[in-house]
Nanobody
Framework: QVQLVESGGGLVQAGGSLRLSCAASGRTFSTSAMGWFRQAPGKEREFVAGITSSASTFYADSVKGRFSISRDNAKNTVYLQMNSLKPEDTAVYYC????????????????WGQGTRVTVSS
């Protein structure tokens, strides 16, 4: 059974940093794209960052230059380093792993974690 378990969320002041982790189990994801989405209160889930099996990265415009995604295939884990956090980054952050694709994490084809809450105070 595949599980994705996020950790690292919490409360931080604007301008601060957090590092999210997502540990996968049940199968290896070294040949799959992985990434992060988020959902703010009253809004739809949106893409944040992704990383391909070859470690190419891609980001939403709203987080470029502030967030950094990385992966450790030996640990079957993906990370999201979030710097210069803003109140508008407040959301539940979800880890995603593609079931088949090495390069994309479009929602219908993903495994999902349960989410970790990030709150940024002004």
């Amino acid at each position: 059974q595949v599980q994705l378990v996020e950790s690292g969320g919490g409360l931080v002041q604007a301008g601060g940093s957090l590092r999210l982790s997502c540990a996968a189990s049940g199968r290896t994801f070294s040949t799959s794209a992985m990434g992060w989405f988020r959902q703010a209160p009253g809004k739809e889930r949106e893409f944040v960052a992704g990383i391909t099996s070859s470690a190419s990265t891609f980001y939403a415009d709203s987080v470029k230059g502030r967030f950094s995604i990385s992966r450790d295939n030996a640990k079957n884990t993906v990370y999201l380093q979030m710097n210069s956090l803003k109140p508008e980054d407040t959301a539940v952050y979800y880890c995603a792993a593609s079931r088949r694709s090495p390069s994309t994490i479009t929602p219908p084809g993903n495994y999902w974690g349960q989410g970790t809450r990030v709150t940024v105070s002004s």
